[in-house]
């Protein structure tokens, strides 16, 4: 069911950071018969400029496909009051009727990956705030779970709705040992298996690439792209001119891209540990901003195969460009 209100630009505070991966967008230039009404809301300071591309977590089961949708401006604020008119979505170039269009805050299971490794060290006070301004985000019919992880993952604290229980588990960690990031991405997906909530997210906080996983990054590449979950990348990398920077933490940045962007989630790289709480609030305002578009595919087979998915706006009259961040795509169930 669309949730008409007029349209609204919401304001996300200071503090701009710049991302890597490439926007992956569409816009149709027709407009809406009707001029929709603009105003604009300031966010709470605190939450960071919107400065990133591609968002949305992808939901398949034997009939309907939901993909929720980011909408920002040129000035990367959320756009929200957009009607199902205002979108087309196309699979594999086939364009698809919307039986399905919400723009409401529907309850999150949220996933916490976190970085314990021995270079974490000067940098975990700013990282647990991170989780801390995300958290304050969150509704009460959130859950949240925590898997800490440095040569091996653990699941530190399974699903629950008290943020606390996080935060307090966070105080008492330490850094020691190597990062096995890619084991830790495995551990957390197959915790979210018990989410109870439909809409999932892991936010990932993490130094540097791997060295010490069992799983090659291959494997857990193909695994996320199965996966009905978005995930959030926060890497903490040292200035690219840095001595210090191991080959691992050379690649972590593309790593993390890639692991983000097939969710349709995204990756902030950051230098200044400073940026990190205003970061983590921007990613949670973001997963309260979206619009969720559903479909039947036109193409019924259930043949496992991967389904290309494209997003297009059409321009309301009146307003500068909009842009729109969705996942890539998703594999077809099979029989």
């Given amino acids: 069911m669309a949730v008409r209100s007029p349209l609204k630009w919401s304001l996300l505070g200071a503090g701009a950071v710049l991302l890597s991966l490439p926007a992956v967008w569409g816009a149709d230039t027709r407009s809406t018969t009707q ?116 040569d091996r993952p653990e699941l530190t604290v399974p699903f629950t709705h008290e943020g606390e229980e996080i935060q307090n588990r966070l105080t008492f960690t330490q850094s020691k040992g190597r990062t096995a990031l890619l084991d830790a991405v495995y551990l957390a997906l197959h915790e979210m298996k018990r989410a109870r909530n439909p809409r999932k997210a892991l936010l990932l906080v993490s130094d540097g690439g791997d060295n010490s996983s069992r799983y090659t990054q291959s494997e857990i590449k193909k695994l996320v792209r199965e996966a009905d979950v978005q995930i959030y990348a926060i890497g903490i990398f040292e200035p690219i001119y840095s001595r210090g920077r191991t080959a691992e933490e050379l690649a972590g940045p593309s790593l993390l891209s890639e692991i983000a962007e097939h969710t349709g989630g995204r990756h902030y790289p950051v230098e200044n540990v400073n940026e990190l709480p205003d970061i983590a609030a921007k990613i949670g305002i973001e997963l309260r901003n979206q619009y969720v578009l559903g479909y039947s595919p036109t193409n019924r087979q259930k043949d496992g195969k991967y389904r290309r998915v494209q997003v297009k706006l059409i321009q309301p009259k009146g307003l500068p460009p909009l842009r729109a961040f969705w996942r890539l795509g998703y594999y077809a169930p099979v029989e």
Avoid: C
Wanted: glycine share 6%; no cysteine; charged share 25%.
């Fill in 35 to 150: 001029q929709p009404r603009v105003t604009i809301q300031p966010r709470a300071r605190g939450a960071a400029e919107e400065t990133g591309p591609r968002s949305a977590n992808i939901r398949v089961d034997t009939e309907l496909v939901l993909i929720p949708v980011t909408v920002t401006d040129p000035l990367n604020r959320f756009v929200t009051g957009l009607e199902k008119d205002h979108f087309k979505i196309f699979e594999d170039k086939v364009e698809q009727t919307i039986t399905h269009f919400a723009s409401e805050d529907a309850p999150l299971s949220v996933g916490f990956v976190f970085d314990v490794s021995g270079s974490m060290g000067a940098k975990l006070r700013k990282s647990r705030e991170a989780v801390g301004q995300f958290l304050k985000t969150s509704n009460p019919e959130d859950e949240f779970f925590l898997v800490l992880f440095s």
